[in-house]
């Protein structure tokens, strides 16, 4: 049995999964999967503090554990694999999930993985059926509150950048313009939910560099947003007319319009890259992957292209530790010889599983094509 742990931003999050080969699909290994989103807490301050979200997760993590293992039906002994978000993230929030996992892998004497973040997002299909799965090479891209990147992943656990934003991500535009609108916190998901009785032909706001396929840009938008909506209330001539500017009809208009152009902007770098270099499949992932029309805009352009289209269930898409599991899963059983020897008495002093020291930090910053050169 595996314990994964994911804390590198607002949410704090415990999966158990079971490491039998013979389990085939989610439904079957998929023991226990907690999700506590801290959005409460960090609502008033309209975006996330990281000494509060870190202490959260210090408060969180034994009571989510101990839930996680009752939902299993197993006892802290089972557990022979730890797996834990060693970065990219927020450093305090990186630093309590891999210190409770250290002590705990420690403390029972079992192996510790501590993994990548986007690899786990990427990883998220995995959960899904297997004719859902991606098949290499795949494409994928991953759009979350902190990365907008296009990988090239021609096999197992290799990652070519393809594209990558030279500013903001995806997510931050989401939420930096729905602050601006006047949106609840989270924004992403408020902006979506306002845009869908909008009209997404109201305003044209442009796609930033698009002769660079390398690179995707997103910082432009909020401003072009801003210089809308301050045209708007120039043009109307009294304090009424002002307040109309931000009536739920303009909002959604102006919502739509934004998110049809981040996900126009999203799928034509997409395709362009497809065209390029002819995967077998892609990989839609990351928390914005949770957006209802990019995932029917992929859904439709990929469908007339021999490439199978990949996307986690919304659930898989925002952070999750089921996604850390399913990579620490498939890592093991991609090759288990290093854990069934290190399980069978191979400890060396100070380590915490094959190849990891206990001194093993957090790395806030973490090139995903990096991925072995810093361990
Ligand atoms: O992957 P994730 O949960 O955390 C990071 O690793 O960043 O992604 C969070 C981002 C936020 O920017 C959030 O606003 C965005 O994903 N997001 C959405 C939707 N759901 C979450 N953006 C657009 N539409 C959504 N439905
Ligand atoms: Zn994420």
Known sequence: MLLAIETSCDETAVAVLDLSPALRNSSEYLKADIISSQTKLHEPFGGVVPELAAREHNQNLPVLVSSALRDSIISVKDISLVAVTRGPGLKGCLLSGLAFAKAFAGAKGVPLLALHHLEGHIFASHLMPEDEQP??????????????????????????????????????????????????????????????????????????????????????????????????????????????????????????????????????????????????????????????????????VLAPLEVRFSVPKQRWCTDNAAMMGVLAREIVLHDPSPYAAWREGARA???????????????????????????
């Open 135 to 300: 098949v290499y090479p795949c494409l994928s891209l991953i759009v979350s509150g902190g990365h907008t990147m296009l990988v090239y992943i021609p096999c197992f656990r290799e990652y070519r950048i393809v594209a990558q934003t030279r500013d903001d991500a995806a997510g931050e535009a989401f939420d930096k313009v729905a602050t601006l609108l006047g949106l609840p916190y989270p924004g992403g998901p408020a902006l979506s939910a306002a845009a869908a009785a909008g009209n997404p032909q109201c305003f044209r706001f442009p796609v930033a560099i698009p002769q660079d396929p390398a690179s995707f840009s997103f910082s432009g938008l909020k401003t072009a947003v801003q210089r809308t909506v301050t045209q708007l209330k120039n043009s109307q001539s009294n304090k009424a007319a002002e307040r109309q500017v931000l009536d739920k009809e303009l909002v959604a208009n102006l919502a739509a319009s934004l998110e049809a152009a981040i996900v126009r902007a999203l799928v034509e770098k997409s395709l362009v890259a497809v065209q390029e270099l002819k995967p077998r499949s892609f990989l839609l992932t990351g928390g914005v992957a949770a957006n209802k029309v990019l995932r029917a805009r992929f859904a439709e």
């Open 349 to 375: 002093s100070g380590m915490l599983g094959p190849g990891v020291r206990s001194a093993v930090s957090a790395m806030p910053k973490w090139p995903l094509d990096q991925l072995f050169h810093s361990i």
